[in-house]
């Protein structure tokens, strides 16, 4: 093998892996039931506990939302938890996919397309020995196709073995599924494979997703009551329209109050009485507030309701201490309403002491309301406030079941953080979306941002500050730097303002094309540009590392610092394939790509076994699902004349088959030639 172009050398892991953690067993006595709520366009100040109870302090306006302060206080608080875009479709992606923008198929405002057939977090929890349900909106299941049998991405074909709710993303905006309101008409809800909106005369969706979660828990409970379950609870509510129950929430909570499931046609849940889009709550009956922000403080109030009420289904069942319960929302506050007159979240400041809202990246669109609750496991009372983002709960989530994450997540596992083990979060947020419309002019906001136009924007944080762009036009324009730690309101950019700063400024420009690759769905213009190289220390050798590993893993595993290979690393000539044992089915080869030209490179490759490659931090190869898997396939991209380290990762599938790897590239004065490779002493 033999080429003047590159040269491949010693990757150190560095910030691409994690802490010390045990693969196939849990952290806890027994693997835990997982609930993840996710509201719809709830703002980071909607929470009493994050800026409502400071309001009522001050002496104005202000919403309460008791049940969640109570969560708060018996769990953690993630101050600075991250979406990876600010609008519904991406976000909840990157959620189920643990894919950063930079990653994953769904970008921008690409609604109802399909979610890819890859590792998720149903599949991943589900392989791990969960039941799995979705309950409320989805949104992910492909343009093509108009019932369960023809959508591509229907939930239950990506994992998930229940799912009630909405499919399409506008049906979402209608909460009376059954019923026409302002401005939408009755909506089709989905149980299983039936469209059952017929039998929803006077559901409202808070309390039909509720009275369904507490019904599918006493179930699995009474069936299968050592099984954990992993429930996706995606409410689509405080979103507009901004529709209101008919009654009060019925009092009590759990087994024998609060909502619940009675299942007959048109009398399906015990609230599906009373005047419909009628009920605000008696908090809230002040003629001096306009009735949108009535409205809106009484459908938040009802969410709280609900989570009281499945907590306390939690305790009542005994079940409490072996669940975990994350409660966030999926971009920043709304400023719709859809036929009730016109509505900003500026009455109870919805994006607390953050400027933007959703479609922003300044804070306020992408910092949400994040709570996590375990008892006995989470330390209660507390706060995080390192940056962390959606893509990190899939490798969370693994690790607590006791599987290793597949290789290809942008994610790192939060649980050193949750258990209180660790203070800082090392992972990365990642931020790209693309809308052409402006910041809202809202008097609280910082002049400079009233009206600002949005465009092209992205977002990361590097050595604790983050980077912002608006209305990006080359990859020559310069990031805003904030302290949001110490400057929340992003009012001091300290771009330019010392040596150091400039420093970051061209590390945050390089980091970001290394974080990610081009999407021809989403382009960005900075699409272009070459991949910056870097330099390497030390003295290279001819070879390539080779380190192995014994993973019992379902996928290419996620390998991190402190996981010590069952075999001494070992130098090979070349990137080859050898002959696999089962005592070492995981294999990584690690090094550094010399570039000789900057320019555009094509990549090929043949394999038998499972495999991913990075690049720095980029996705060059994903041949892993067995959905997606193909064992051939090339990519491109552009790289910089220099050095660029790379890591590719195999797991042997067939032990009786001859194993096969082989990369080649083809560039600059090169042709399908295979990679000659150095090592670093």
Request: net charge negative; aromatic share 10%.
């Amino acid at each position: 093998m033999k080429s003047k172009l590159i040269v491949l050398s010693l990757l150190v892991l560095g910030s691409l892996i994690l802490p010390n953690r045990i693969f196939g067993s849990s952290q806890a006595d027994k693997k835990p039931n997982i609930i993840f709520i996710l509201t719809d366009d709830l703002g980071y100040g909607d929470l009493g506990v994050l800026y409502q109870n400071q309001r009522k302090a001050e002496g104005k306006p202000f919403h309460s939302t008791p049940n969640l302060d109570k969560v708060a206080a018996e769990g953690m608080i993630l101050t600075r938890h991250y979406v990876p875009a600010p609008v519904c479709a991406p976000s909840r992606a990157t959620l189920l996919l643990g894919l950063h923008q930079g990653h994953a198929e769904v970008r921008n405002n690409q609604f109802d397309k399909a979610l890819p057939a890859n590792h998720n977090l149903a599949t991943v929890l589900k392989e791990a020995g969960y039941a799995t349900a979705l309950i409320g909106k989805y949104g992910l299941q492909g343009l093509e196709g108009d019932s369960p049998s023809t959508w591509e991405a229907y939930p239950t074909k990506r994992g998930f073995d229940y799912f009630f709710g909405y499919v399409r993303h506008r049906d979402g905006h209608n909460h009376y599924p059954a019923h026409d309101v302002a401005n939408r008409g009755p909506m089709e809800l989905y149980d299983g494979n039936e469209e059952i909106s017929a039998h929803l005369k006077g559901c409202y969706t808070t309390d039909l997703f509720t009275a369904k979660a507490k019904k599918y828990i006493q179930d699995h409970k009474k069936s299968d009551p050592e099984q954990p379950f992993f429930m996706y609870l995606a409410y689509d509510t405080p979103h507009a329209g901004l529709e209101i129950p008919g009654m009060p929430y019925p009092s009590g909570g759990g087994i024998d109050g609060g909502v619940q499931l009675i299942g007959e046609k048109g009398n399906y849940i015990n609230t599906a009485r009373g005047e419909v889009n009628s009920f605000i709550h008696p908090d809230y009956r002040n003629d001096d507030w306009p009735e949108v922000q009535r409205r809106f403080a009484s459908m938040v109030r009802r969410i709280d309701n609900a989570i009281g009420d499945l907590v306390h289904l939690l305790q009542d069942l005994e079940i409490d201490e072996e669940t975990l319960i994350v409660f966030t929302s999926d971009n920043g506050p709304h400023h719709e309403s859809y036929g009730y007159g016109d509505y900003d979240p500026v009455f109870f400041e919805s994006f607390g002491n953050l400027d933007g809202t959703k479609r922003d990246t300044w804070e306020g669109g992408i910092r949400v309301p994040t709570l996590v609750r375990w008892p006995g496991k989470i330390p209660e009372g507390k706060r995080n406030d390192s940056p962390s983002g959606f893509h990190d709960w899939l490798p969370t989530f693994a690790e607590i079941s006791g599987l290793p994450a597949p290789a290809n997540t942008d994610g790192r596992s939060l649980w050193p953080i949750l258990s209180g083990n660790e203070s800082e979060h090392d992972g990365k947020v990642y931020i790209e979306y693309q809308v052409n419309n402006n910041t809202k002019s809202y008097e609280s906001f910082l002049e400079s941002k009233r009206g600002k136009k949005r465009g092209e924007m992205q977002v990361l944080y590097l050595d604790g500050y983050k980077g912002i762009r608006y209305n990006i036009l080359s990859h020559q324009d310069d990031f805003s730097i904030f302290d949001t730690k110490n400057d929340p309101g992003e009012t001091r950019d300290l771009a330019g303002t010392n040596g150091e700063f400039v420093k970051l400024q061209k590390e945050m420009k390089n980091t970001v094309l290394r974080w990610r690759r081009y999407n021809a769905s989403a382009e960005r213009p900075y699409d272009g540009e070459p991949i910056p190289a870097l330099v390497p220390e030390g003295k290279l050798t001819a070879g390539v590392k080779l380190s192995k590993y014994k993973i019992d893993s379902p996928w290419v595993p996620f390998i991190h610092r402190g996981l010590d290979p069952s075999k001494e690393t070992m130098v090979l000539s070349g990137i080859e394939a050898i002959q696999g044992e089962k005592e070492n089915n995981v294999l990584v080869y690690e090094g550094f790509l010399k570039v000789e030209n900057s320019g555009e490179y094509e990549f090929s490759y043949q394999t038998n076994q499972g495999l991913v490659m990075h690049i720095h931090e980029a996705l060059l190869i994903d041949d892993d699902h067995p959905n997606l898997a193909k064992g051939k396939g090339m990519t491109k991209v552009v790289l910089e004349k220099g050095f660029h380290p790379v890591k590719l990762v195999t797991k042997i599938v067939d032990f009786s088959e001859k194993p096969e790897l082989e990369l080649k590239w083809s560039g600059t004065g090169i042709q399908n030639e295979y990679l000659p490779v150095f090592y670093q002493d």
